[in-house]
């Protein structure tokens, strides 16, 4: 089961790396679903349930949210990850991949994607904790690697795309 897991978690690694060079939020929605499944599996195959049923709730918010972004769905998302977390709770780092994830949902409720992506590498953060807690070996290089491609988002869309924002506008004034 522990390389059955790590398969499971390269295959989320793949869409996930597809999903963050994306700059259209449902596209990037639709992508992590497929990428949940997979790391739900990883999860399960390594015993780590609570890193499973996150990724699960993350299945249905992202569906959720792909359709219309609902302050109610938002609140029933994190209060079922609440939940889950107080069930399963064994220690502190348990509860990381639902701070991790309770973040993201408020980070994609908002309508910059500059923020999802800020948020998303303190996420990254959490889960690379996680992720070696519970002997997730690809789930933890996919975390890092998942992390530096979000770097690199930031930079292309929010960094570099600011600059070329800003000087086109200094440009028009003058």
Known sequence: MFWLGQLMGLMALI?????????????????QIFSSIF?????LFLGAPIGCLINLTTIIRNILFSKSKNIACSVIIIL?????????????????????????????WQDSLKITR???????????????????????????????FVLIAIYRFDIKGNKKALKKKFIKQY
Not at 15 to 24: D, K, P, R, V, Y
């Open 15 to 31: 869409i996930l790396i597809i999903s963050f060079q994306t700059n259209e939020k449902n596209r990037l929605l639709r992508l």
């Open 39 to 43: 790391f739900a599996l990883q999860y």
């Open 80 to 108: 079922i990850m609440v939940i889950i977390s107080i069930i399963f709770y064994t220690d502190l780092v348990s509860i990381l991949p639902s701070i991790a994830v309770i973040l993201y949902t408020i980070a994609l």
């Open 118 to 148: 800020i948020v998303e590498v303190i996420s990254c953060l959490l889960f690379i904790v996680y992720s070696i807690s519970v002997y997730a070996i690809v789930g933890l290089i996919a975390t890092i690697i998942e992390l530096i």
